[in-house]
């Protein structure tokens, strides 16, 4: 299962990282694939996680989040 998060904010790799980091961290994503000049982050999940989860886990990194598809 795949989820694709809107982000804004991010500005280069290192946003990315701290992005990345953030989703992989989350009870059920097996990876997160971070584009700061697409503004999205792609997620694996092994088991059903809410968006609100995943918003939360990169909006304490500084960064909003306008969607998820």
């Not at 500005?11 to 994503?29: F, P, Y």
């Not at 997620?43 to 969607?67: C, F, I, M, R």
């Amino acid at each position: 299962m795949e989820k694709t998060l809107k982000i804004e904010g991010m500005m280069c790799g290192h946003c990315e990282k701290a992005v990345k980091k953030a989703l992989e961290a989350v009870e059920g994503v097996i990876e997160a694939k971070v584009s700061h000049t697409d503004g999205t982050a792609i997620v694996t999940l092994s088991t059903p996680v809410e968006d609100a989860v995943l918003v939360k886990a990169v909006e304490d990194q500084e960064y909003k989040v306008n969607g998820i598809d």
